[in-house]
């Protein structure tokens, strides 16, 4: 006979970030993975280059994870951690400058930003939060 069970596993890991800004979210943001995956206090002080992203305007929890999923792309690329240099949202494109620092190896191995749960919201007493859930 057969069977099928959803068992526990801990492989996510779920963020809230609040910033008084759209732009200082994502930057913060970014800054939370990188600092999950490095330790940002002894990265190579010189920088790897800057990278300009740009994704297409899809609504504010899915700009986000297009944003996160690209940055980690590149980081596992680059085998370096990024931060926000630049961000601006257009009408129909958002784009943003991310400058990148090389690391002896990750701490933690995130695969994915998912979209599950994600959330962008704009706060009633001003600021923004976000809350995403990272596939570790």
């Not at 069970?5 to 963020?15: E, T, V, Y």
């Not at 490095?38 to 305007?57: D, M, P, Y």
């Amino acid at each position: 006979m057969a069977s099928v069970k959803i068992l526990d596993h801990l492989s996510d890991l779920k963020m809230e970030i609040q910033a008084e800004s759209l732009e200082k979210l994502y930057a913060e943001a970014v800054k939370a993975v990188s600092e999950l995956m490095a330790e940002v206090s002894s990265l190579a002080k010189e920088s790897r280059g800057r990278e300009v992203v740009r994704w297409e305007r899809i609504g504010p929890s899915e700009d986000l994870i297009e944003f996160l999923s690209e940055a980690l792309s590149l980081m596992h690329l680059k085998k370096a951690v990024c931060f926000v240099e630049w961000i601006r949202f257009g009408e129909d494109c958002h784009e943003a400058s991310l400058e990148f620092f090389r690391t002896d190896g990750f701490k933690m191995d995130i695969k994915a930003v998912t979209y599950h749960e994600a959330l962008v919201e704009e706060l009633e007493k001003g600021g923004w939060r976000s809350v995403f859930i990272l596939d570790i």
